[in-house]
């Protein structure tokens, strides 16, 4: 399949997932050409700090990008096509037609192998004035760089966010304590969907108390469009507010269009085996484009995060390099920080743990996070959710104020290894009095759900 | 087995592994019949909460028992004997003899089941002037009480501590933030035996940021007894220094003389089986005078520590009392915290492994503990110590000053399953950038373990 001139592999988008594939090709092949095309400026950016960059705590949104393309030219000769669009993938000529945005003139790209890592873009809901010149998404450094430059010369507007999950809670803190009125919009009647109710509340009282104004259980239903081209308020059912500046984080959807001729989907995701091959050979496909295989629910699930592109990429390029490399999977892990309350969250859900027909029940504790004696402890709180019939962990929540992401990542070999509470129960955690109390509260808490467990399951 | 009104049940300690027990058989078994017998004045109590009263965050001694002698006798019908000493087992007439310390009077005690919570007793050196009236050990609550009145009365003085293992640098750091001079002395060439010298050297640097003056490599050879009964000074190998106080700190030994005419020992300690069973039908023992099961190196092993003694009580309570319970086994996980420097382990180190026969090899790496763009971080170093042929994670050990303790316990179920690096590496950790960077350093090092692993060992 190799080329005289050694394997090409051509890879779409330049994000994580995509500059993770290239540079772990390259790692895998000192030979192979690799070209990067990129619709955008940037490659290689870190989404999750723009929330730093909107706040004012970093000042130059380059410092959002690990690496630039001169970069990967230069020392990984990996060449890279910023501004520049897929637009077809002629797979049995083993070529993918790309566009300059700018210019508009095409080129086509042979390959041997394909990386599809073209991303996840927001839900725009249609509704009128959502084409406001004052709203926004906050998706990639184009939307941050836009954002900021609006809050720089709006220091004290309101700012409405439409979806109070991840992205909205974040940014929603971020233009809080950038000092704008921050109203969060949420459809459903709690914020941050992945998480129970009886731990998402911490983090609808801490936005609160920080002057975020919530309102939950009520759908947008239009936008006010000025002959400005600006949005002045929001719509909703039971009333509006005004609008200084409009956030959409209505969640987000995989960009696979460029794959739709080909394989496969799930919720539109490009559907992916542990290899990261998708059903067409010598296509492979990686990050928030993609499905990737879920460890607790067995299966392949469509879970967008970071952290998952960069792992994906990683098997991806090798993959496409010739290498055999596998993806260990992903297991619903995901943390946040808001102010001072860290949540986070490993395996399923009780609302996920039903829809993969789990039969399950949930066990909620709130425990100290030091010894009584020991100064400055607070409490955490605690959800497990455990397989009726076998006393299997499926999954932990989290919320507190104390090492609460890195107290998730106990449980994360505990669910990832399908350990039963009775097992897990017996794990000889780590004490000491500032730090945690004798039962720290991921022991304390499968102490509890165990003594549930036994009184009530079996 | 049981008499007419129930299982007669002695528990001789009541330490927490004691309490535990007593509680565990009261839970079992609401009719049988427990007695406790313990030689002090204080049951429950936290002994890992001294350094809090010692250095005056806590003006009651008292907070350091979770629950009182009467609080046992009221609220779980236990019988609690304080001041009172087991003296001999009669084991073939099922009793126990124990005398009043203060009044000498003999009482026989029968049992069904016989829990031997003996707990450990400080290793105090036969040097000349061991015995001086400010000549302390710092193993319970009495202990803590002398050294508070002492360092009450002169808050100006020089603190000389004999041993540079976990109670030595705790006690240390608390008399140093008290405000006295301390000089730690240490046998070894670093602290804290069970870390690696390249972990142990960050809280050797810790201490002297704080005054404390440390001197490793050296014996100490005597002590200069004044008239008055006080040690002025004390001399080691290659020099002298002033002490107004001296604390004994030279490690510990398992108390277990009583069962001396029984089963099998190892290093001083009752051998038992994961039931706490000795080898004597209807004898059980636990905590610090017990050996306990450890699951990475697969056989009993002498580590005593609160934790174990907690865990271990529960057990050997309930099986005293008929029910069957299994100890699921330590890996040898400890933390501590020293000023800001948290410093925690789990299973094997490397001396350790070498020790159980295991080929093994280590891999340091310093990671940051947030993202780069995060704000406040701080450097995390850690060293995995992996088995050669099979890539199993033996241990893990880390110094740091962010949720160190809390990353410790993701590696507790890693080495207690048996994971290897290429299984683990691929657990989905959290990652939020306040919290971690993108690979937290307990994946960091797991990379770095693996990439070493599969360049030099296959």
């Not at 927001?122 to 184009?142: C, K, Q, Y």
């Not at 720089?152 to 233009?175: K, Q, Y």
């Not at 109710?197 to 911490?202: G, I, K, P, T, Y």
């Not at 890195?406 to 500032?434: K, N, W």
């Amino acid at each position: 399949m190799a080329a005289e001139r050694g394997t090409r592999i051509v890879v779409i988008g330049g994000g994580a997932a995509g500059m993770s594939a290239a540079a772990s090709a390259r790692r895998a092949d000192s030979e192979c050409g690799i070209t990067v095309v990129e619709r955008g400026p940037y490659v290689s950016s870190a989404h999750c700090g723009i929330p730093y960059y909107i706040s004012g705590l970093l000042e130059d949104i380059r410092e959002l990008t690990v690496y630039s393309p001169e970069y990967f030219e230069r020392e990984r000769r990996i060449r890279v096509m910023t501004h520049t669009r897929a637009t077809m993938i002629e797979h049995s000529a083993r070529r993918v037609i790309v566009r300059s945005v700018a210019q508009g003139n095409e080129e086509s790209l042979g390959y041997d192998s394909l990386v599809l890592a073209t991303g996840a873009r927001p839900i725009v809901p249609s509704l009128e004035g959502a084409d406001g010149l004052n709203v926004f998404t906050a998706r990639n450094l184009e939307d941050a760089v836009k954002i900021r430059q609006y809050v720089d010369n709006n220091p004290a507007g309101t700012a409405v966010i439409v979806g109070g999950g991840w992205i909205g809670v974040i940014m929603g803190g971020a233009l809080s304590s950038r000092g704008l009125e921050v109203v969060l919009l949420e459809r459903t009647d709690s914020l941050l969907p992945g998480f129970d109710r009886s731990l998402s509340c911490a983090c609808e009282e801490k936005l609160k108390e920080k002057g975020v104004k919530i309102r939950t259980g009520v759908s947008v239903t239009g936008l006010a469009k000025e002959r400005s081209g600006l949005v002045s308020s929001v719509f909703f059912s039971g009333g509006a507010v005004k609008a200084g500046l409009v956030i959409m984080a209505a969640g987000v959807a995989p960009s696979s269009e460029l794959f739709s001729a080909y394989g496969s989907k799930q919720k539109g995701a490009i559907e992916v085996n542990d290899l990261m091959k998708t059903g067409i050979e010598g296509i492979f496909a990686c990050g928030d484009c993609a499905t990737a295989y879920h460890v607790v629910a067995a299966r392949q699930v469509y879970h967008p995060l970071g952290t998952t592109a960069n792992r994906q990429g990683r098997v991806a390029g090798a993959n496409a390099a010739g290498r055999y490399s596998l993806f260990g999977g992903i297991a619903g892990t995901q943390a946040l920080k808001v102010f001072d309350l860290e949540m986070a969250r490993t395996g399923l859900s009780s609302a996920e743990a039903a829809m993969y027909g789990f039969k399950a029940f949930d066990v909620l504790t709130t425990s100290p996070s030091r010894a009584r004696y020991a100064p400055g402890g607070s409490l955490i709180t605690t959800m497990i959710t455990v397989e009726q019939a076998t006393g299997r962990v499926l999954g932990a929540q989290m919320a507190g104020r104390e090492s609460v992401a890195a107290r998730i990542d106990a449980f994360v070999p505990i669910v990832s290894e399908g350990m039963t509470l009775q097992r897990a129960v017996e794990l000889d955690m780590s004490y000491t009095p500032e730090c945690s109390p004798l039962w720290d509260p991921v022991i304390y808490s499968l102490r509890e759900a165990l003594r549930r467990h036994t009184q009530e399951h079996r």
